[in-house]
Structure formats: C-alpha cells, structure tokens
C-alpha cells in the first residue's frame, strides 16, 4: 500500500511539506499524531486520526502516538473562540489511562516489523524547570512567527492566554524530543493542527539542523456543513458506557446519503476496488451502504457480539412483527438499551407485591394513558400488552414474576406505541 495514495483516493490528504512523498518511498518511516486527554474518552472525530495511524501502519511504516500527559495541562487553542477550562490532573491522567487502552484497541503494538509506538509527552517535561524551558524551548520561535499561526490570530480579537499561547511551543518540541529519542520524522494531524506542526518541523530545522515533514487531514464535516461528530445530544463516544453501540450503529445507519461516500473512505478498512464495487452495486440502495459501513464500525470499534446485540435491540424496535421470541432473548444491557431510546417510567418495586392492576399500571404509577377510563377503552380495544403477551380484561395484574432480568416490563399500546417499564 502507497500511503500517499491511499490517503489521496480516501480524500484524506490536505497539506504536506515538500517531499514527504519522496522520504516516504525510501523505506519505513516514523510518524507521529497527539492526543490530549482533556476529554474522558475518544471520539469518532478523534477515529479520523487513528484511521490515519492505521493506515500508516498497513503501509508498512511505524505509527507513534503521542499522548498528551503534558500538552493536555495546557489546552490547545486551535479551533477554540475561548479559553478552555482547565481540568484536574487527576481527571487529566485518569482521562489518559482509558485513552491508552482505547488506542491499543485499534494499532498493532506487538506487530513484527513496524509495531505501533506509544509516549507521553509528561516524560518530556518533568525534569525540566522553568528557566530550561526558557532558554531551550522559548528562544527557538519568534513572537512575531508564532502570532502569524491562525490558531492564535482567531483568538486575539476574544483573547489568549499566555498558558495557551505557549501551546504551539509544546507541540513543536514534543515534535523534536521525539526526532531526537526515537528517529520519528514525521508529523500528522487535522488540518487545523498544521500551524503547530509546522512549528515543529522549524524547531528540528533551527535547532538540530535536520529536516522533517508533515502532512494533515481535512477537517471532516458533514454535506450540510456541520462538524463531524457532533449531533444534539453532543459527541458520539468510541465508549460503549457514553454512546451505546446501538446509538452508535444508529449515528451511521440515519447518516445523510450524501456523506455516505466521503465517511466510507474516511472509515473503511476495505479496498479502493472493494468500495467501488459496492458503490456501483448499490448505487439505487443508499441505505444499504450505510448499514454495510455502520457494521463494519460497530464491530471494529465494539466488537462483533456487541453488533449482534444492537441488531437484536434494532429488530424489536423497528419490526413490527417482532414477538415474544425476540423480546426473550434480549439481555439486560440491551433492554436497559431499549429503555433508553423509547419512552420510559420508573415503577417502585413495592407497588408489584401482591399484583399491581393493569389500569393503575397504566394511568397512575406511568402516563402511558392519560386515565383509567383510557386504560379501560385502550383494553377492551385489544391495544395493550405486557411483554407481548395480550391483556384481555381491566382486572388484569403484574407481578414480580412478569419482570423480564427482575427489572424489566415491555408495555405496548397498539402496534407504534411502545414503552418500558422500568421496577426498581
């Protein structure tokens, strides 16, 4: 695999420095990418970078990352209108542990030849006080060069810190520490990071003579011109315990059409021929690309029971004729899944001893009907079942023993409405 040429096809390559491509062709190169742990877990906009990593790797140079044990005490101004809010170290490290563990979930570490590579600038940092920083870091880059950088000429209208503003100075010595220690000449990121990478690339030229490259990604976003990523509800998390996989299943599944095309090369691990292929084979069946790619993430990023499991869940949701059977085999995990993506209530466990009545199920201890008279009709209509099972007179009671996993009750109200009751 040719990285430049993946990465062209993919539509993944925005700037480079001038014959990066040349140094890639002579052999195994290091490159490296940075990740802050200012946020508890990484993201799908974070996946873009690891993407770039992985594909770096399958083409058979060495990836680093650079975990941000450092740089994340500061905060990155780039594409920010403000100041960040600074965190705890403690949540920072605690931040950064998970994120380890994420990555290892996506680059070979132990691979033969080119095995993955992970750092944490805090090691660069620690023994240094702050007159060293002065003198060998501060002296390199002139005031005048760092403001040129766009990431601080947007801040200066709002204002910047001098905390931020010596960001780029991190950045660009994390670049030179890792040039220095372990022969990595290349740098990589979002299209937004470029100023600060090449800031580093000044720094190994001015300070150690050498030259180094970089290269960056487009800043992904969306047909209608949003950010990739972001939804109303905020991030989509590559963390199960923040964005379930079926949330995360359903961000691809309910993607526009549009961006189908450009998230499938952004994402997939597939071949230019592959994609293609698929593409002329579906061209009238856009939602059939999109439940292809939302598999493939969902068992990359989850894992392939988690996909089974968010197909269950979508099955009971989605299909009208889905019964008993189906409702059965759910776990607990997925029926606290479903409780989270219909409507939901809160039932006290003391209310089902000795048999809590259909209609005060319904009308009081829920709102699933607005009364007891509308319980009385919806059930003489046929309307309403408990755990798909029929109720066929108001007399009717649940009990401890209709708990589906000792918590659960499915409640529907005719075919479309569908509820869970929740016995704590």
Do not use: C
Not at 47 to 60: A, K, P
Not at 222 to 234: H, I, L, M, N
């Amino acid at each position: 695999m040719n990285f430049i040429e993946e990465l062209k096809w993919r539509g993944m390559l925005q700037d480079a420095t001038p014959g990066v491509e040349e140094a890639l062709a002579k052999g195994t190169m290091k490159g490296y990418i940075g990740f802050d742990p200012t946020a508890p877990a990484l993201t799908i906009g974070n996946y873009v970078q690891i993407m770039l990593l992985d594909l770096f790797q399958r083409s058979g140079h060495q990836p680093v990352v650079l975990m941000g044990g450092a740089t994340g005490r500061i905060g990155d101004p780039s594409g920010k209108d403000a100041e960040r809010e600074l965190k705890t170290y403690e949540e920072l490290d605690a931040n950064l542990e998970h994120q380890k563990n994420q990555i290892r979930k996506f680059l070979e570490f132990d691979k033969g030849d080119n095995p993955a590579l992970m750092v944490n600038n805090l090691d660069f940092y620690q023994g240094m006080n702050v007159l060293d920083f002065l003198r060998d870091v501060g002296k390199t880059l002139t005031v005048n060069y760092m403001m040129s950088k766009e990431s601080v000429q947007k801040r200066l209208e709002t204002g910047i810190s001098f905390t931020e503003f010596s960001y780029q100075l991190l950045q660009a010595y994390d670049f030179q520490v890792l040039f220095q220690k372990y022969g990595v000449r290349l740098q990589m990121g979002g299209s937004d990071q470029w100023g600060n990478i090449t800031s580093g690339t000044e720094f190994i030229r001015k300070n150690l003579g050498e030259h180094a490259y970089a290269m960056t990604t487009p800043l992904l976003t969306k047909a209608d011109g949003s950010k990739f990523g972001k939804s109303t509800e905020g991030n989509i998390w590559l963390d199960p315990e923040l964005t379930s996989p079926y949330k995360f299943y359903q961000f691809w599944i309910n993607a526009d059409d549009a961006d189908t095309p450009k998230f499938t090369r952004y994402f997939t691990l597939k071949s230019r021929e592959e994609i293609e292929a698929r593409e002329e084979e579906l061209a009238d069946n856009p939602q059939e690309l999109k439940r292809l790619l939302a598999e493939e993430l969902t068992v990359r990023v989850h894992s392939e029971e988690a996909y089974r499991s968010v197909l269950k869940v979508t099955e009971l949701l989605f299909n009208r004729s889905a019964g008993k059977e189906q409702l059965l085999e759910l776990g607990e995990n997925e029926l606290a899944t479903v409780a989270a993506e219909i409507p939901s209530f809160t039932v006290d466990k003391g209310a089902l001893a000795g048999g809590l009545n259909i209609v005060d199920l319904l009308a009081e201890h829920t709102q699933i009907v607005a009364s007891k008279g509308d319980a009385r009709r919806a059930i003489k209509g046929n309307a309403i079942s408990v755990n798909k099972d029929k109720i066929n007179g108001h007399e009717a009671s649940v009990n401890h023993e209709a708990l589906l996993h000792g918590k659960y009750l499915m409640v529907e109200n005719g075919k479309k409405n569908k509820y869970i009751v929740v016995v704590e």
